[in-house]
């Protein structure tokens, strides 16, 4: 059971960091996939997510839309989008993987988030003669912060997973460093390859707990009730 | 002649694919399901102790859920290849890797279920003569079996995805096709093994539901608000 140790002699040695298929450059890799996707799914399901919960309509789409991503196999769509012509674009088929399975967890936790706003609290916001707006941004948003975190988290630990098995797929980003351990035989290479992408998602969710404590707009408040 | 051409044209659905590689397509599903099930059986078996130890108070709440979630986190490629010095290339290298992530869902789901027993239900038990194990089987277990199932239904979904993965140590069921058709550029391979995963996951679900509706008639009787709802917002590992 030398595993350990030899992995850590990886992760010490100081070409393994260096180059192309060092870590730096994978790490890089990596995190340009998942920052960029991550944005542009917020972009794509925040709007709409917050948009059909304060009208309350879609529900089952945004709930079914979840189940579906959970049914759904990421490394078959990896495979499949690279298998397609759009492969031609280099990391695009990648990158639209990424962006699919970061969608549902946004989309179900925002709508679930503002669907679960007490009624009675929004009642009260229009009887104080609240336009639609205020209350979108002085009530609902406040309240189904917590939620909207929650899905922000689900889907960056999601993303941070999807390209890991991107590499399977020949992409690039970390897990490339476990694929060609897989590759040349070499335990101590997937081990650290492993303890990098493990030790990437547990800190990026760490870091997105304390950014969600910090940013709460009902920090410091009474909570009702 | 027309059929064979699909293989030759390298189409994504091809009949004469599925005719002449059945037993492939047969094999591989079969070693889906059977990773699939012996992982679910092992998570519900490790997941009930844990769920109970939990109940007993904070102290232990804190830890197991926290543990739980926090393997949940760690991807899936990487946590099969953290398990490669324990197990080398096997079937339960994978089922490990398939039983810790099943953990989360499971754990929070059965907690969540017994913590929903009405009050007045153990004390009616009690106070009938009821002891610590008798009260747990026949009363609080059967009653947290509606979020017992979404559980297990949420997780069983997850697990077949999941499966896919052991490909990287040639324990995949269906993605073993998958990523053998990527690298012979074999399109309706791996359309094919891709459908037939997401099928197995709905026939999954669907025989789940099958299954918990029969052993719960009473949720069907009393007019209230289906417990699936409930136990699904609990359980979604954030």
Redesign the interface.
């Known amino acids: 059971?030398n595993?350990?140790p030899d992995a850590f002699v990886w992760l010490t040695t100081a070409t393994n960091w260096q180059g192309e298929k060092g870590v730096w450059h994978r790490l890089g890799e990596h995190l340009y996939f998942s920052g960029t996707c991550l944005a542009v799914a917020c972009l794509l399901a925040l709007p709409l997510a917050l948009w059909l919960g304060h009208m309350g309509k879609g529900g089952a789409l945004a709930v079914n839309i979840s189940?579906i991503g959970?049914?759904?196999?990421?490394?078959?769509?990896l495979?499949?989008l690279?298998?397609t012509p759009l492969s031609k674009y280099g990391d695009l088929p990648t990158l639209i993987a990424l962006v699919l399975f970061a969608v549902p967890?946004l989309l179900t936790?925002a709508y679930?988030g503002m669907r679960e706003v007490d009624r009675s609290v929004v009642e009260a916001a229009r009887g104080m003669g609240m336009s639609g707006r205020q209350l979108f941004l002085r009530v609902e948003l406040p309240l189904a912060y917590p939620l909207i975190m929650?899905g922000l988290?689900?889907a960056a630990?999601q993303v941070?997973?999807t390209a890991?098995?991107a590499?399977?797929?020949?992409e690039g980003g970390l897990?490339r460093i476990?694929?060609a351990?897989?590759n040349l035989q070499d335990?101590p290479q997937?081990?650290a390859?492993?303890?990098l992408?493990?030790a990437l998602?547990?800190l990026v969710?760490g870091v997105l707990v304390a950014l969600g404590r910090i940013l709460d707009p009902m920090r410091g408040r009474a909570l009702p009730g | 002649m027309a059929q064979q051409d699909c293989l030759v044209a390298n189409d994504w659905v091809c009949a004469e694919y599925v005719r002449s590689r059945g037993q492939e397509l047969v094999d591989a599903t079969l070693q889906h399901v059977g990773i699939t099930v012996v992982s679910i059986a092992i998570g519900l078996a490790v997941a009930l102790p844990l769920a109970l130890l939990a109940r007993r108070g904070k102290a232990f709440a804190g830890p197991v859920l926290g543990l739980t979630t926090a393997l949940y986190s760690v991807p899936s490629l990487a946590m099969f290849s953290l398990l490669l010095p324990l197990f080398g290339l096997s079937a339960a290298l994978v089922v490990t890797g398939l039983v810790l992530y099943s953990l989360t869902i499971l754990v929070r789901n059965i907690l969540a279920g017994l913590e929903a027993v009405p009050e007045e239900a153990r004390e009616a038990a009690r106070g009938m003569g009821y002891g610590p194990g008798r009260l747990l089987w026949e009363v609080e277990l059967p009653l947290a079996l509606p979020a017992l199932f979404a559980g297990v239904r949420m997780a069983t979904v997850a697990t077949v995805a999941l499966t896919t993965v052991g490909a990287i140590v040639d324990y995949g069921g269906l993605g073993g096709l998958i990523m053998s058709g990527l690298r012979s550029d074999f399109k309706a391979q791996v359309l094919t093994a891709s459908v037939l995963c997401v099928l197995l996951a709905v026939t999954a679900d669907l025989l789940l539901l099958a299954v918990q509706r029969a052993l719960t008639p009473w949720t069907r009787i009393r007019s209230r608000r289906p417990s699936d709802t409930r136990a699904a917002k609990v359980v979604e590992p954030a």
Do not use: D, K
Request: glycine share 8%; proline share 4%; no cysteine.
């Open positions: 059971m595993a350990l189940n959970r049914a759904v196999p990421t490394l078959a769509v495979v499949l690279s298998l967890p936790n679930v929650t988290r689900s630990v941070v997973a890991t098995l590499a399977m797929a020949g897990g476990i694929t351990g897989f335990t997937v081990v390859g492993a303890v992408v493990a998602a547990l969710e």
